[in-house]
């Protein structure tokens, strides 16, 4: 049993408890559960807090890749860009569009695709992008758009990870033709269950994704075309809406806690995260690399009763689930390094300073003693 856990939700939520227990009971009390008032309200706040001009609430960041996907018309194995090191849904929903993930490796300080090697991957298929803004760093969208524009891509950013990262200045989903948004529990911005959202500035992609949500019926019982049920609830829209008042200052929270670790872990022997030129990280995982000996390092820290994760212990290209794909071990280099030697930290505004030292002194404690890798 850890006593600092990775996360702590319910600590969150005694933080607000007052305003969400309200929240909670207005929903239940106007008898109104699917598509009222609250879905509205939000979606109007996050499009405006993301500087998007609409907002498509979904039930899930899952869905809003998909619904993105199925919007921009991707179809019939057209290929679709994305990383190998990322959370499954950033590439089955490509395959259950109908779609063709093709991989490109990560970049080793960032995390987030080798946007250096986006251009030898296209090919008279490709028809988008879908770049995942990892762990809340945001990719150089400004290069990105580029070679979009360039080679007549649609860009879905994957920003589940990454509400209210920014770079120059301009927050993350603000981008692409659309964006994907996740509101599982842990993500930066939670509900208390599932739940995402579309962002889009084109009128007629989220017209599309509306349609999609709810079966292809814009008119009750008439289907224009196949659609999905698939949308936000008016109860995790209620507690959105409370959340997201907050949201600005837990990330800064985060951000502390981010910059605690580089300040007092800077002289390890481990690599920590990097924030370039323009960057605002918004650490929805603190992810450091143990250059050898990480799994040693996670037992170790585990067994002083702390809780750490590894996102992601595999690549997705050679997950079973893409076997039919045909890549093989060797062909992503970096993302395969990468699954060997990252270990995320736990990094949320309710750590304790008190409890992020102990971790820091655990680290520094067990790399002394066991770590003699040549730098
Ligand atoms: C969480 C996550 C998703 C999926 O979001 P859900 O709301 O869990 O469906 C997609 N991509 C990335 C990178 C994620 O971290």
Same mark, same amino acid.
């Given at each position: 049993?850890?006593?600092?856990?990775?996360?702590?939700?319910?600590?969150?939520?005694?933080?607000?408890?007052?305003?969400?227990?309200?929240?909670?009971?207005?929903?239940?009390?106007?008898?109104?559960?699917?598509?009222?008032?609250?879905?509205?309200?939000?979606?109007?706040?996050?499009?405006?807090?993301?500087?998007?001009?609409?907002?498509?609430?979904?039930?899930?960041?899952?869905?809003?890749?998909?619904?993105?996907?199925?919007?921009?018309?991707?179809?019939?194995?057209?290929?679709?860009? /994305?990383?190998?090191?990322? #959370?499954?849904? $950033?590439? =089955?929903?490509?395959?259950?569009?109908? &779609?063709?993930? !093709?991989?490109? %490796?990560?970049?080793?300080?960032?995390?987030?695709?080798?946007?250096?090697?986006?251009?030898?991957?296209?090919?008279?298929?490709?028809?988008?992008?879908?770049?995942?803004?990892?762990?809340?760093?945001?990719?150089?969208?400004?290069?990105?758009?580029?070679?979009?524009?360039?080679?007549?891509?649609?860009?879905?950013?994957?920003?589940?990870?990454?509400?209210?990262?920014?770079?120059?200045?301009?927050?993350?989903?603000?981008?692409?033709? /659309?964006?994907?948004?996740? #509101?599982?529990? $842990?993500? =930066?911005?939670?509900?208390?269950?599932? &739940?995402?959202? !579309?962002?889009? %500035?084109?009128?007629?992609?989220?017209?599309?994704?509306?349609?999609?949500?709810?079966?292809?019926?814009?008119?009750?019982?008439?289907?224009?075309?196949?659609?999905?049920?698939?949308?936000?609830?008016?109860?995790?829209?209620?507690?959105?809406?409370?959340?997201?008042?907050?949201?600005?200052?837990?990330?800064?929270?985060?951000?502390?806690?981010?910059?605690?670790?580089?300040?007092?872990?800077?002289?390890?022997?481990?690599?920590?995260?990097?924030?370039?030129?323009?960057?605002?990280?918004?650490?929805?995982?603190?992810?450091?690399?143990?250059?050898?000996?990480?799994?040693?390092?996670?037992?170790?820290?585990?067994?002083?009763?702390?809780?750490?994760?590894?996102?992601?212990?595999?690549?997705?290209?050679?997950?079973?689930?893409?076997?039919?794909?045909?890549?093989?071990?060797?062909?992503?280099?970096?993302?395969?390094?990468?699954?060997?030697?990252?270990?995320?930290?736990?990094?949320?505004?309710?750590?304790?300073?008190?409890?992020?030292?102990?971790?820091?002194?655990?680290?520094?404690?067990?790399?002394?003693?066991?770590?003699?890798?040549?730098?």
């Amino acid at each position: 049993m850890s006593t600092i856990q990775f996360i702590n939700l319910y600590k969150q939520y005694l933080s607000i408890a007052d305003e969400i227990d309200i929240a909670i009971r207005n929903v239940l009390r106007s008898g109104n559960f699917i598509m009222g008032k609250n879905v509205g309200e939000f979606e109007k706040q996050i499009a405006s807090y993301c500087g998007s001009k609409y907002a498509v609430g979904v039930a899930s960041g899952t869905d809003a890749l998909l619904l993105s996907l199925l919007a921009l018309g991707i179809k019939d194995g057209d290929e679709v860009i /994305t990383t190998p090191f990322t #959370f499954i849904a $950033s590439a =089955n929903t490509i395959v259950r569009a109908g &779609g063709k993930p !093709v991989f490109i %490796d990560v970049d080793e300080e960032t995390f987030n695709i080798n946007i250096s090697e986006i251009e030898s991957k296209i090919t008279s298929k490709t028809k988008a992008i879908v770049l995942v803004h990892l762990f809340g760093y945001p990719m150089d969208m400004f290069k990105v758009i580029d070679i979009a524009q360039k080679h007549n891509l649609y860009i879905i950013e994957d920003a589940a990870q990454a509400i209210g990262a920014k770079i120059n200045q301009r927050s993350v989903g603000s981008f692409g033709d /659309t964006a994907a948004i996740s #509101f599982f529990p $842990s993500k =930066n911005l939670g509900a208390y269950g599932d &739940g995402g959202i !579309v962002l889009t %500035d084109n009128d007629g992609i989220r017209d599309q994704i509306d349609l999609l949500r709810h079966h292809g019926a814009k008119n009750k019982y008439y289907h224009e075309i196949i659609g999905v049920n698939s949308r936000l609830d008016e109860i995790q829209a209620a507690i959105l809406r409370v959340k997201l008042k907050y949201l600005d200052a837990w990330n800064n929270s985060r951000r502390e806690r981010a910059k605690l670790y580089t300040s007092t872990l800077k002289n390890s022997k481990l690599i920590l995260p990097i924030e370039k030129t323009g960057v605002f990280h918004t650490y929805h995982q603190f992810t450091i690399r143990v250059l050898s000996g990480r799994d040693e390092l996670k037992s170790f820290l585990f067994n002083q009763g702390i809780d750490t994760k590894i996102y992601y212990p595999h690549p997705l290209h050679l997950q079973p689930a893409f076997q039919y794909l045909g890549y093989r071990s060797g062909d992503f280099p970096v993302a395969e390094k990468l699954c060997t030697q990252v270990l995320s930290l736990p990094c949320y505004p309710e750590l304790s300073i008190l409890d992020q030292e102990k971790i820091c002194q655990a680290i520094i404690t067990y790399l002394d003693k066991n770590y003699s890798h040549p730098q």
